[in-house]
């Protein structure tokens, strides 16, 4: 079986959260939230860890070299022999040159990026929508999913707030940023043959199966 060594990309509320909680499943691979094991590494005090920690300490940005490592300590590693899921990683083309490079002595290269997108106006309008129950964080949705009475939750009857991250101009801010930092490296990897996009306005099911098809071709022309 040829490995499956692929990088999320999406704009928050396009469902990438979901898509790659499905992909762990199917393919039985790990998925790296960059975030997550830089903190990891830090907590089991590496070498690798104590590098990283003392940039942050600083309030610098950890160097791309450094990310890198840590990232590729968990790449060549056995849970991650058959692929894995990066996600937050790359996210620069200097970062995604180190991950090449990397890939490249480990004998690996990337099988495809994916990009689960979804328009702007989707976005905000998925987003800014949102509603969470002071209670216990049940949450809402004023248009696809509203409480039988408006503004409390169904369960615990507490009131429903938005979170400050979903109000509508920061969601904005949210995506400017994501298109800013994120088109370089679409280009890139469209330019490298690699860019699979996938409509994330669909069904998470129908999005499910139109990546699982696209895998299943790519895994077919690597073994021909
Ligand atoms: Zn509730």
Redesign the pocket.
């Known amino acids: 079986m040829s490995e499956l060594n692929l990088i999320l990309l999406g704009p928050p509320g396009a469902g990438k959260g979901t898509q790659a909680a499905r992909l762990r499943d199917d393919f039985d691979l790990p998925y790296y939230a960059t975030g997550d094991i830089l903190r990891e590494a830090v907590k089991e005090e590496s070498e690798l860890g104590g590098e990283a920690k003392s940039y942050m300490d600083r309030g610098d940005l950890v160097p791309d070299d450094v990310i890198c490592r840590v990232v590729v300590e968990r790449v060549d590693s056995d849970e991650a022999r058959d692929g894995f899921i990066l996600d937050g990683f790359p996210r620069t083309i200097p970062q995604a040159g180190e991950l090449e490079g990397a890939l490249r002595g480990l004998g690996r290269r990337l099988t495809a990026t994916l990009l689960i997108d979804a328009p702007d106006e989707e976005v905000i309008r998925r987003l800014s929508g949102r509603r969470v129950?002071k209670?216990?964080?049940?949450t809402y949705h004023v248009e696809f999913d509203p409480p039988k009475n408006e503004g409390f939750?169904?369960?615990?009857g507490?009131p429903l707030s938005q979170r400050d991250d979903d109000e509508a101009e920061t969601v904005k801010h949210r995506l400017e940023v994501f298109h800013a930092q994120t088109k370089p490296l679409v280009e890139h990897y469209e330019k490298e043959g690699v860019l699979r996009r996938f409509d994330g306005t669909r069904a998470p099911d129908e999005v499910n199966g139109h990546i699982r098809a696209t895998l299943a071709t790519l895994r077919l022309e690597e073994e021909l």
Not at 135 to 138: A, T
Not at 153 to 156: A, Q, T
């Open positions: 129950c209670e216990n964080g049940h939750c169904d369960s615990d507490s």
